[in-house]
């Protein structure tokens, strides 16, 4: 790795900035974590009071669109690491060709969620008056379920946007000059990555033997 | 040769300072200087600091009588929550850690500019929206559920545009964070060479410490109100109790971070007093290693005692005796900082400039606000003050009465270095002591009155506590003037004060080494530091500095 | 000034003053401190300066946390200990029901007897209160007793007081609840046993409360099910309350107040073993009052055995 980094305006030494822009983002995962942390308390404190109503409604859900969407998050995973180190080491048609299969594999888990919100709905899922369950803590679950996937959703959206703003560098510019900018956004990215691993086992698991 | 002449001299020969550099709206939206960011930040908050503070008059006016005459029911509770929203959200938090902080902490640490510039502005353009967006839930016609938007209220029956005004406080939350993360990587990465940790400023580490709360609070009342508008826009059962749902985990969410925010409040009124106090007594702060740890506990207790606002809510016993042990050692941090900023005078050479006033109110507002906590900490003491004027008059003794205090003790100190003019010193003194006065007056008949049982947030009331609320409420006019007061003189100075020195206090802080007002790369020459703060000593201090500590200061 | 006007009330008066003494000394130290050093060293002043020695510094500071850290413990112990002493409810308390609604207070008095927005007490009787919300969230409040609290949609919640002055109080909703908050207020009257006697026979015309749920349990259909003869297999409800019932995911609960609640109007939520969930919920069928009612019937000496 060069120290042939892009200095912004108040660094002056580029080790400095090398360890501040992930330094960073590390600072504001903590406060993702701590924003789905809220979340998972409510989780927890309906499964807890629901008992086996909430588990029926676990049992409604798409367990093999949830899983197949793990597999292929998983792997979009591995593709913005890869691209990361391959900056690194300055391959740079190999980070190019991760940083678009990163995108093309997050586009396709929002297609794959797309369609099973759509089996969702068919099946009234949705809570409120056609509810297809008992009004109660199976609701709760799919609350729960509507809430989590749209807010991960919305932020794998903002992380395929970082990645794309990388590949647009990449065209105008030199990208190889901006590893912390990567390495950030491979971090956030991976967070997304973990709050889903998170999210898989309560959303698709809960209920099931 | 003079330091004035010198600094003549300097501004002729180097780079114009950041006010002059570019003058055009263009380079005032698009700026990434910190400077200009902490300007646009005051412009923005004192707009609402005034908005909010209309409210208020409307609400002191309407409680003058125990009848209605003023306002109707629903108009009051929409005047009270606007104030709330208003004040804390787009007042308070963002006050000094916006203004001061982000003009100053580059400054103190030596530094060009935050670590993440574009994040900067992107912060305030955050606030921003989010403050349009509450604007307008206000244009449309209000909002009623209180600040706290307590559920199932909020969600189920508040006919009110709850979710604008939700959506507005939840993207202000982003700004915070943006700020928080943004301080503490620079405080972290981009202090000055020998800058340690021991030599940083108190008024550093209350913006580092500040700055770790908001990080760590902020997101879950994002979260809490995410859920909110889930509830309320797509009828999702959350904290619905007919299916299930809990309204006290919203609470729990809800005073997870609003406890902690009192903290993002008063943190930064500990920074700025320190510094002021140690200037204008011309003495080094009394016992440093425990200022700076007092602050960091405050911040790491600060939270686990989110739920002494629930004792009457129905949570388990045993919990509330757990929050109100941990709100009795909170107590400790806060003791010691009041007996070292007393401790710090002894000795000293105490000038009573208008900083230095603002600085001694908050130390005696901030007495009686932290001790009357000490009764709402006692759990069956709490049980009949909580929800009563008690609690308003506490709350506001440590938030106004000591964060604004703090907050424009902060202004006229650090109002030289920030505009490059100096105020008229009279007319200050007289605005902090009215302010100091008209702040007794109102909230003090506000204990005696919670005491005798009247609730909060009530538009009509028994007859017996008229009196309590005129004499609140004549208190209140004094306090608007003293508000408003600063605006005219300080507009003045904008225009006709005379030109400041680069050091008018003769203070040893970093940010007064360059010149008023700095140029946009903050030093002419990169500063480096080769002791701790404050050095208003004799003994340890060269010549010149004892020289400067005891001949009669210009006011 | 505020009449002290149940037991407790003295108690809460003595922890008061002792923080009112306790922060008046403090400010007065910290004024008296804050003035003399003002004043004594201000700017040109004669008064002797110079550094201190370093460990005065130190000794000072530790003596001072060391001395705040005992007195917020000691205050904590005095406070917790008046604290769980106020958690036993005299066995003997008479219960009375309130169900609060967006703006006013309901009262069900065991004997049947119904009021709105008053509460009619016995002196020097401990009266236990069992509350809960038809919609957001109230709070019970009444100054002179130095009681409160929140009371919850979806749950009971308790306090008690024992009165020791006849007179008529303040009752107040301490929790924002909407629109008409401040109107959500009422009058606790506090009478001579005597008095209280005659008042509580003489406006009654509806029989007791248990009596008001016995009808209902039959106007509901419970006896369809829960009765000897049914034909769907329910549980039987004879003496059931304060027993442990065995639940279908193994473990016990306690039929308490909120366990009868949630099983009439969420019924899903705990099934007892051995049972299939096909109550159907009385969500909207029963209110907040039948429900009280209703519990009331089911914790009668003959509760709940129907034929």
Known sequence: MADDLLLHEPFENPARQRVAVPFGMWAFLTTEILFFAGIFLFYAHSRWNGGQAFLEGAKESAFWYGTINTAILMTSSLAMAIAERANRLSVMPLVRAMLWLTILLGTVFLVVKGLEYHKDVSEHLVPGPHFKLEHGPAEQFWAFYWTATGVHAVHLTIGIGAVMRLAWIDWRSDLSRRDTLIEATALYLHLVDIIWLTLYPLLYLAGRQ | MSTRATALVDRELRSPSYLQNGTDLRSWLLTTDHKRIGILYALSITFFFFLGGIAATLIRMDLVTPAADLLTNDQYNRAFTLHGIIMVWFFLVPSIPTTLGNFLLPLMLGTKDLAFPRLNLLSWYIFVVGGLLTLFALVVGGVDTGWTFYTPFSTLYSNSHVLLAAMGVFIVGFSSIATGVNFIATTHMLRAKGLTWMRLPLFAWAMYTTSLVMVLATPVLSMSLLLVTAERAFGLPIFDPRAGGDPLLFQHLFWFYSHPAVYIMVLPAFGVVSEIITCEARRRIFGYQFMVYAMVVIAVIGFMVWGHHMFVSGQSAFANLAFSFLSFVIAVPSAIKVFNWTGTLYRGQIRFSAPMLYALGFVGLFTIGGLTGLFLASVPLDVHLTDTYFVVAHFHYIMVGGSVSAFFGGLHFWWPKITGRLYSERLAQFAALSMFFGFNFTFFPQFVMGWMGMPRRYHVYPPEFQPWHVMSSVGAAVLAFAYAWPLFYLGWSLFKGEKAPPNPHGATGLEWQTRSPPPKENFDSTPEVTAGPYKYHPRESTPDEVEQAQKPQEP | ?307
């Open chain 3, 1 to 307: 000034m505020l009449p002290e006007a149940s037991t407790l009330a003295p108690h809460i008066d003595h922890l008061l003053l002792l923080l009112v003494g306790l922060s008046a000394v403090i400010i007065c130290v910290v004024s008296v401190l804050i003035f003399g050093f003002a004043i004594r060293y201000r700017r040109g002043s004669k008064a002797r300066r110079g550094r201190l020695p370093d460990w005065i510094a130190r000794d000072v500071e530790l003596g001072w946390t060391a001395a705040t850290l005992f007195v917020a413990l000691f205050l904590f112990w005095f406070a917790a200990s008046m604290e769980t002493s106020q958690y036993e409810v005299p066995a003997d308390a008479m219960e009375v029901h309130v169900v609060a609604k967006q703006w006013m207070w309901k009262i069900e008095h065991p004997n049947g007897q119904r009021e709105i927005n008053a509460l009619h007490v016995p002196v020097g009787v401990p009266v236990r209160l069992v509350m809960t919300s038809q919609d957001v969230i109230h709070s019970f409040f009444v100054p002179a007793f130095r009681i409160k609290q929140d009371v919850l949609p979806g749950r009971y919640t308790e306090t008690w007081f024992n009165a020791t002055k006849p007179g008529t109080y303040h009752l107040f909703c301490a929790e924002y609840c909407g629109t008409d908050h401040s109107k959500m207020t009422g009058g606790i009257v506090v009478m001579p046993k005597q008095d209280y006697a005659r008042w509580s026979r003489g406006v009654n015309t509806h029989g007791t409360l248990a009596g008001q749920g016995a009808r209902l349990f039959r106007q509901l259909g419970c006896t369809g099910c829960h009765g000897e003869s049914a034909r769907v297999r329910a549980p039987s409800l004879a003496g059931i309350f304060g027993r442990k019932q065995p639940m279908s995911d193994g473990g016990f609960k306690t039929v308490d107040e909120a366990y009868l609640h949630d099983s009439i109007l969420r019924p899903q939520k705990d099934v007892v073993a051995g049972y299939k969930p096909v109550m159907p919920s009385y969500q909207g069928i029963a209110s907040e009052d039948d429900v009280v009612r209703l519990i009331a019937y089911l914790k009668s000496p003959n509760g709940g055995a129907v034929e």
